[in-house]
Structure formats: C-alpha cells, structure tokens
C-alpha cells in the first residue's frame, strides 16, 4: 500500500533553477528510504514538498488520501500533523526545557490557545516521559536544548516528531552535523523506529556508505533528476559516480 506517490514533480525557484524535474516514485507504508544526491540536487526540495514548506510547481503529490498540491490552508494542518520532520539543526527552541521542546511535537493537535498557554494534559505529559526514555533521555528531560550536545539535540528533535504520532517522518540531513558515535545512535533509533512502530521514514543523506548501510531503498537524485531507484545491493559504483557526477577517485564517502 503506498502512502506517498510524486507524479512528475517538477520546482522551479526561478527561471533558471529547475531544483526538480519530472520527478515520479511511490513509497509503501513501512519503508526506510533514503535519497542521495549532492548538495544542491534537490534533495531539501523533494522532503519540503511533501508537508508544502515549498510549493510544487507541476506534477501531483498524494499522501495518506491527500492531493497535497491542491489541500488549502485547514487540510495543509491536518497533513502536518502526520508528518514528523527532523532537520540538520535540530530546529529546538533552545531556551526551552527538553520537555517542552517535546511537548511542542503536540502543538499541531491542539487550539492556539491552549498549545500558547503551554496546557498539556496527563496523557500527553506521560506520553512524552515514554518517548524520551525511549530515546534514553529521562536524565535530561528538564535541562535546557542549549546544554545538550548534538546528538542529544537530535534525539529530542525524534521525541518531538513521535509526539506526533506521525504515519510519515521526513528527515533532512539528519546526521550531517554529527560525529561518527552519534550519528549511529540516530540512524540505530531511526531504524528501530520504523521496525517497532511502523513508521515510514524518508531520509536525506549525503553519506553514500550510510544509506547502503540502513536503507532498504535508495532513490539517488542528481540536478533534480532521479538517475537511481532501487535495493542498496544494486547500487552499481559506476551509478554512485553517476549521481555524485564526479571522477573515480575523487568520491567523497565518510566513513561512519
Ligand atoms: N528558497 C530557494 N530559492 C531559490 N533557490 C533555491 C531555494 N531553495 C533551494 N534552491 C535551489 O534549488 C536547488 C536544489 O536545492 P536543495 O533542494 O536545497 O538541494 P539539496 O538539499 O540537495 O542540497 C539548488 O540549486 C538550490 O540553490
Ligand atoms: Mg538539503
């Protein structure tokens, strides 16, 4: 069963900047994918295009029963409620409390009001204890996100997404800030994530040996074209050149 379908997606910024061009493929519920391509192939595009943080510019999206090019303003709300979103730089309000930055995962499902005032109830609150031990973060669950380090940031930018209780999570680079250790303890909860609760997640990497490693579908974009949709196991050398447009010799793979 699908839950995402692009059908020839194409964004052009300007006149000049075609960041997606025809781009068609479907994800079934459950997946782990990720998208390789180099900076600037569109990869932030193709994630923001989902949750309408950009705006498609031809083509036809459909999510979990939405037509996400058409949805207006109320049924852009109900999309994002199902979409978690994690981001190279966390996005955390830093002076806030890693509770609250978790709790905040809960704002999309709640009355302006209620969510400014900062009223949450029992269930959320427990719920939220749940997740961040989970992620092994019960002893920071009162400091301040600006005492954490990155890894720690990142972990409760996960909590903040499952307080969602998302179908989909959308990750944008999520380990490209990170040293080797941490950047495993995120792909390792990331994993465990889409196995335990059936979460389909779609991720950003620039890390080739990353994706080969946790991905059971690689979709490799270069200049707005998927050049690559398929098992890691067929992921051809001469392919990743191809997508990375470089040399022999010259492809860049951290080793983590
Ligand atoms: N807000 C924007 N306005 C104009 N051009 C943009 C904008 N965002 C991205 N682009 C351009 O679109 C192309 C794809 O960018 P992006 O999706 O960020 O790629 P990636 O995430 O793979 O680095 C690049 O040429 C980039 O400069
Ligand atoms: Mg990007």
Do not use: W
């Not at 309408?52 to 709300?77: Q, S, Y």
């Not at 959308?170 to 792909?187: G, R, T, Y």
């Amino acid at each position: 069963m699908s839950i995402l379908t692009f059908k020839n997606v194409s964004k052009t910024y300007d006149k000049m900047t075609h960041a997606l061009a025809d781009v068609s493929f479907s994800v079934d519920e459950g997946e782990f994918v990720s998208v390789i391509g180099p900076s600037g192939s569109g990869k932030s595009t193709l994630l923001r295009c989902v949750n309408r943080l950009v705006d498609a510019t031809r083509g036809e999206i459909f999510f979990d029963g939405h037509d996400i090019i058409r949805a207006g303003k109320k049924e852009i709300r109900q999309i994002r409620k199902k979409i978690g979103m994690i981001f190279q730089h966390y996005n955390l309000v830093d002076r806030l409390s890693v509770i609250e930055n978790v709790l905040h995962g809960r704002l999309g499902h709640k009355s302006t009001i209620s969510g400014a005032m900062g009223f949450y109830s029992e269930r959320e609150k427990e719920s939220a204890f749940q997740i961040l031990s989970k992620l092994g973060l019960t002893e920071q669950a009162y400091k301040r996100c600006d005492e954490l380090s990155g890894g720690q940031k990142q972990r409760v930018g996960i909590a903040r997404s499952l307080m969602q209780a998302p179908r989909l999570i959308l990750c944008d680079e999520p380990i490209a800030s990170l040293d080797p250790s941490s950047s495993k303890v995120i792909m390792d909860h990331l994993s465990l994530i889409n196995k335990n609760m059936k979460i389909t997640c779609i991720f950003n990497l620039h890390q080739v040996d990353v994706a080969m490693k946790y991905s059971m579908r690689i979709i490799g974009i270069t200049s707005g074209r998927i050049v690559y949709d398929g098992p890691p196991d067929r992921l051809a050398e001469s392919k990743i050149h191809e997508i990375y447009q470089s040399n022999e010799g010259e492809l860049i793979t951290d080793v983590r």
